[in-house]
């Protein structure tokens, strides 16, 4: 069993040598890949440099593609800011179980390209640009973590025989979730569960493309609004169509309201809206009644797409924490638009309650089990 280490080696081979010889200090054998672009030391133009990261990436997959990989135990990889990102959209065509480790210096936001796949992110701090006592630190920690993944037997404890359940959910469902959740495992299910805040949804969507569940609470399809309306996202294009083969349910929470940012850098046209800080650092803005249209024509027209049987319940008592009497963003006519425009694609249930009352929560658990008896 070996670890394949992906690096730009025309411009960190000193880096990945040093981070060789530590892995081999630890028993660690390492096969090499190289993803530098070949650019010879010449200063290329933006868009040379773009085409050259794009053919850098698929020569290094297709390389990865044509060894064998059964012994083949994770995948790490050196990179800065070029040669990061050329990494991350290698390590993303690998095998989701696979372990990957990232070290990088991150002058990008990771989010958006790592939200669909399980790297581990190691930072230099310091640009990778020569060893120093800073990088020696890094590469060494990467070493240690490589290692102890490589020699590890992990304790994964009972493994379920059938796929789980996938949900969604955020902070403001998340009383409405706990019940869900707690009866599915009560009733010998396992959970999967996946925070909808824009780029938890890119993981959900791709785990659905790998057949990871048997079935789906889409309890929280607040991407809607990220993806459709404002905020920031992860690209999910598959987001309310991946999951179509399997058995769903669909409820409303969180399709309310757009997740902005800090209250005091948005724009003036959502603080002139009914609006109120989830965190310091997070503001949910109420969504206006065209927005909620345009947000139950797309989810409409993703569920006439299903494969599998589905079910939409609409607790009209409130689709978010704060969608309640006396919430800071409550509005049962939003409510009214979100359900009259769905029932113009696709069957809907009206239930009574908020989207967290305990007797939501097990409607939905009711209707996958009705959905599923056969």
């Given at each position: ?135 020696r630190a890094a590469l060494d920690q990467a070493a240690a973590i490589t290692g102890g993944l490589y020699h590890a037997t992990l304790p994964t404890g009972p493994v379920s025989l059938s796929p789980s359940v996938g949900v969604t959910a955020l902070g403001v469902t998340g009383p409405g979730t706990d019940v869900l959740c707690n009866r599915l495992r009560a009733e010998g299910d396992e959970v999967t569960v996946f925070h909808a805040n824009g780029f938890g949804g890119a993981a959900f969507t791709r785990w659905s493309q790998n057949e990871a569940f048997k079935s789906v609470i889409d309890y929280t399809p607040h991407e809607l609004t990220r993806c459709y309306i404002a905020g920031v996202n992860a690209d999910m294009p598959g987001r309310f169509t ?133």
């Amino acid at each position: 069993m070996s670890v394949l280490l992906l690096a730009t080696y025309d411009t960190k081979q000193e880096e990945a040598d040093y981070l060789i010889l530590g892995l081999m200090a630890l028993g660690v054998p390492v096969e090499q890949c190289d993803i530098s672009l070949n650019a010879g030391g010449q200063h290329w133009s933006p868009a040379a440099k773009v085409a050259g990261m794009k053919a850098a990436t698929e020569r290094a997959i297709a390389e990865i593609n044509s060894a064998p990989q059964a012994g083949r135990r994770m995948v790490v990889a050196i990179g800065g800011g070029t040669g990061g990102q050329i990494a991350v959209n290698v390590l993303r065509s690998l095998p989701l179980a696979m372990p990957k480790v990232l070290v990088t210096t991150l002058p990008f936001d990771p989010r958006y390209v790592i939200a669909d796949s399980s790297i581990v992110l190691v930072p230099t701090i310091a640009d990778l640009c020569g060893l120093n006592a800073t990088t020696r630190a890094a590469l060494d920690q990467a070493a240690a973590i490589t290692g102890g993944l490589y020699h590890a037997t992990l304790p994964t404890g009972p493994v379920s025989l059938s796929p789980s359940v996938g949900v969604t959910a955020l902070g403001v469902t998340g009383p409405g979730t706990d019940v869900l959740c707690n009866r599915l495992r009560a009733e010998g299910d396992e959970v999967t569960v996946f925070h909808a805040n824009g780029f938890g949804g890119a993981a959900f969507t791709r785990w659905s493309q790998n057949e990871a569940f048997k079935s789906v609470i889409d309890y929280t399809p607040h991407e809607l609004t990220r993806c459709y309306i404002a905020g920031v996202n992860a690209d999910m294009p598959g987001r309310f169509t991946a999951m179509g083969n399997v058995p769903r349910v669909v409820l409303p929470g969180g399709v309310n309201f757009i997740g902005m940012g800090q209250s005091d850098l948005m724009p003036e046209t959502y603080r002139a809206r009914p609006h109120y800080s989830h965190s310091p650092l997070f503001t949910h803005v109420e969504c206006a009644p065209d927005e909620m249209e345009t947000c139950a024509n797309i989810l409409g027209q993703a569920l006439l797409q299903a494969t599998a049987p589905v079910r939409v319940l609409i607790p009209m008592g409130g689709f978010s924490s704060e969608d309640k009497p006396g919430g800071a963003i409550e509005n049962p006519k939003l409510r009214e638009v979100f359900r009259d425009t769905l029932a113009n694609h696709i069957d809907v249930t009206s239930l009574p309650g908020h989207i967290n009352d305990p007797a939501t929560a097990h409607a939905a658990v009711d209707a996958l089990r009705e959905i599923t008896k056969d």
